[in-house]
Every structure is written in structure tokens, then in C-alpha cells.
Nanobody, 124 residues
């Protein structure tokens, strides 16, 4: 059974940092993994796409230079280090994954699996 479990969310003041974790199970070759977020009243948006085979990561313009994706060697954990947080980063954050072809362009990939999400709240 495929499962994605996020953790690490919480409340932080503007300028602070949080590190989100995503534990993936039920499959081994998640060639595409990503982080998405959805704020109240807004559509879900992609934060970062990560190709685990090619170790290539792309970021939304709004988080470039502040957020960093990393993975463990077994490709069963994906992390999102978030620095210099601001109130616009307040959202539910979701991990996504899928068995894309190796070296796929994950930005164009339709992720079949999402986690339940972890809430990030940034106060001014």
C-alpha cells in the first residue's frame, strides 16, 4: 500500500525556519517527488519538483533561494528545508510522489499520490 506521510509543520514567526519531512512507503522507485502547498481560498501550487534519479530539483519562483529539497540515499525520505519564512508561506504542505520514468521532467508529471499534509503557519 502506497503511503506518503508528512511531518515537521508548525507555527513560526516570520524570518524563521522549518524542515518538513516526507516518508514514502509502498514503492521503491519514486523517480518524481514533489512538495505542493495550498493556502485557504487558493489553488494548490507546486513548491518544488525533485527527480530522485537525476537529483534535479526545480523550485517555484516564490521560494527560490529560501527552500531546499533533499532526499536520503534510499529515496524513501524527502525533506523540505524552509528558511526566511514569511506570511505568504502559510499553507498546508503536501508531499507528492509517483513512479515516473527515470530522469523525467517532474514539472510536467501528474503525481498519482499525495500525503495528508502538514500545516505551516507563519506569523508576522
Amino acid at each position: 500500500q502506497v503511503q506518503l506521510a508528512e511531518s515537521g509543520g508548525g507555527s513560526v514567526q516570520a524570518g524563521g525556519s522549518l524542515k518538513l519531512s516526507c516518508a514514502a512507503s509502498g514503492y521503491n522507485d519514486w523517480n518524481c517527488m514533489g512538495w505542493f502547498r495550498q493556502a485557504p481560498g487558493k489553488e494548490r501550487e507546486a513548491v518544488a519538483h525533485h527527480n530522485t534519479a537525476g537529483l534535479r530539483t526545480t523550485y517555484a519562483d516564490s521560494v527560490k533561494g529560501r527552500f531546499t529539497v533533499s532526499q536520503d540515499n534510499a529515496k524513501k525520505m524527502l525533506y523540505l528545508q524552509m528558511n526566511s519564512l514569511n506570511t505568504d508561506d502559510t499553507a498546508m504542505y503536501y508531499c507528492a510522489a509517483g513512479p515516473a520514468p527515470p530522469y523525467a521532467s517532474c514539472e510536467a508529471y501528474e503525481y498519482p499520490y499525495y500525503g495528508q499534509g502538514t500545516q505551516v503557519t507563519v506569523s508576522s
